[in-house]
């Protein structure tokens, strides 16, 4: 493995290099926009923050294109902190090293940032070039996309001027995104009965882990695992069969990502501990055999821990369990309009104790047609109240809805034909992207999204491909050059 000083485009990379020994956790962005506007005061380029906190960059023209329309490049400048649970990292402190592993980079143990770190080096590749030429440009570096969309959310009309907006969010190389699914969080919490342990028992933590997670919009389809639903399975059964009593489950982590770990501590008596052991080994053999193609590194084990003073009351653990075995998970509906396309999904995201008597319960929905994004959000909400959990939503987003006579899209496809010998594929996308809340603000808005591949976003695999990444700036700099 290496570092990135030998990759091409090296302004890019160089810049991407500076922006991974930033840290830039969603909420938590004040060090990445101080390196943003301390760079834009460096190029001698205007620079203004809003309300919120989003960065907006100008540049003008090069000399000749000054008539051509003013674009709007547009990233985020957060991240999603993933990091397996053997890996010692402080998001709010360390510097991500990112390495060249093969045809890919990545980083050790933790998400890389290439979502979106990537479309912000490109960004400042472009702003500090003396050579490419362009019309005017306005790079908008939007906060907190990860976690609530909120620095899209409080867009203030009049902050930019351009028509034309290039999302640069996109994972995927060959493909050009016109529109994305909209999506909502439903939340629960529910009231868990705690009672002395009883006497005899021996304690278990049991542990699923090493599944690979992803996006739950891009990777919600690819028949990956959800930790939290494998564990809920075995805990059912275990139950029913050597009552065994529950003392906690945690479980997932980011309401966008999927599951890829979770834990309980239950408590059996000592006569049945062997026989819970057995059954446990018979359960993870046939979930690794159910998963062999999508999840190879799956493992669900076991140890010894301190037997707690208390254990859910057999009423609560029923409850919990009963809750997180019915709730919808994974794809609900294929579209109808784009072929082979997620319509509408939910997503299991998280259980966490919130204190030592509330579990709350996270999920997210998403879907390209409004009224199904809240038929699935509702289908959530049934299960929780039937459970007699407390539920809220939040706000929600819109979808962006595709409009396939985009001049920007005509300019972006002929580029890729021209620069690459073939026809990228137009279509929409599961995840989703700020593009829908910025056409509320700025209705006349004409969009694109491109991107390098990268894969295992929002999860510790996350990786970005080597050579995409100059098809991804090569056809940048070439749309800039022929929009007229």
């Known amino acids: 493995m290496k570092?990135?000083?030998?990759?091409?485009?090296?302004?890019v990379w160089n810049y991407f290099e500076a922006i991974c020994q930033v840290p830039r956790p969603s909420k938590k962005e004040e060090k990445i926009r101080a390196f943003l506007l301390d760079f834009a005061q460096k190029q001698g380029l205007e620079a203004q923050t809003d309300t919120i906190g989003n960065v907006l960059i100008r540049k003008p023209a090069t000399p000749g294109k000054e008539q051509v329309p003013t674009v709007i490049l547009q990233a985020h400048m957060d991240m999603v902190c993933e990091k397996n649970s053997d890996t010692i990292f402080n998001f709010d402190t360390d510097a991500i090293v990112p390495v060249v592993d093969g045809e890919w980079v990545k980083a050790q143990g933790t998400t890389l940032g290439a979502d979106d770190g990537i479309g912000i080096a490109a960004q400042m590749a472009l702003l500090s070039s003396t050579t490419i030429s362009h019309g005017p440009l306005e790079c908008l570096i939007t906060v907190d996309e990860e976690t609530g969309l909120s620095g899209a959310f409080a867009l203030e009309p009049g902050f930019l001027t351009g028509k034309i907006l290039i999302n640069l969010d996109s994972e995927d190389d060959g493909e050009l995104f016109i529109g994305c699914a909209g999506g909502?969080?439903?939340?629960?919490?529910l009231s868990i009965e705690k009672e002395k342990t009883p006497g005899k028992s021996f304690a278990l933590k049991i542990l699923v882990k090493g599944l690979r997670g992803g996006h739950s919009g891009?990777?919600?389809?690819?028949?990956?695992?959800?930790a939290i639903k494998i564990l809920?399975?075995?805990?059912?059964?275990?139950?029913?069969?050597?009552?065994?009593r529950l003392t906690d489950f945690e479980g997932g982590n980011l309401r966008n990502a999927i599951a890829r770990e979770a834990s309980a501590t239950v408590i059996v008596p000592h006569v049945q501990k062997?026989?819970?052991?057995?059954?446990?080994?018979?359960?993870?053999?046939?979930?690794?055999?159910?998963?062999e193609r999508t999840e190879p590194n799956l493992v669900v084990d076991h140890n010894s821990t301190i037997v707690p003073e208390q254990v859910f009351t057999q009423a609560s653990q029923e409850n919990l369990l009963s809750l997180l075995y019915a709730c919808p998970h994974g794809v609900l509906e294929m579209?109808?309009?784009?072929?082979?396309?997620?319509?509408?999904?939910?997503n299991l995201a998280s259980v966490k104790l919130v204190d030592s008597n509330q579990v709350l319960i996270t999920t997210s929905q998403r879907s390209e047609i409004e009224s199904r994004k809240y038929y699935a959000s509702e289908m959530v909400r049934s299960v929780f109240e039937l459970a007699g959990a407390q539920v809220k939503n939040s706000d929600g987003y819109p979808g962006w809805t595709p409009n396939p006579s985009s001049k920007i899209l005509k300019v972006a496809v002929d580029s890729y034909v021209k620069l690459f010998g073939e026809k990228p594929v137009v279509r929409s996308i599961h995840a989703g992207l700020e593009c829908g809340l910025f056409l509320e603000k700025y209705p006349e808005l004409d969009m694109v999204s491109i991107g390098p591949t990268i894969l295992g976003a929002h999860s510790p695999d996350e990786r970005i491909n080597i050579h995409t990444v100059t098809k991804f700036w090569d056809h940048l700099v070439d749309i800039l050059e022929n929009i007229s």
């Not at 000083?5 to 302004?11: I, K, S």
């Not at 909502?184 to 919490?189: A, F, K, Q, V, Y």
């Not at 579209?335 to 939910?346: A, F, I, Q």
């Open 3 to 11: 570092k990135l000083e030998n990759l091409h485009p090296q302004p």
């Open 184 to 189: 909502i969080d439903t939340l629960g919490t």
């Open 218 to 226: 891009d990777d919600i389809h690819k028949g990956r695992g959800n």
């Open 274 to 291: 062997e026989q819970l052991v057995a059954e446990l080994n018979m359960f993870s053999a046939d979930v690794e055999f159910e998963f």
């Open 335 to 346: 579209s109808t309009r784009m072929k082979d396309m997620v319509e509408t999904s939910t």
């Open 232 to 244: 809920t399975r075995f805990l059912w059964q275990a139950i029913r069969k050597y009552g065994v």
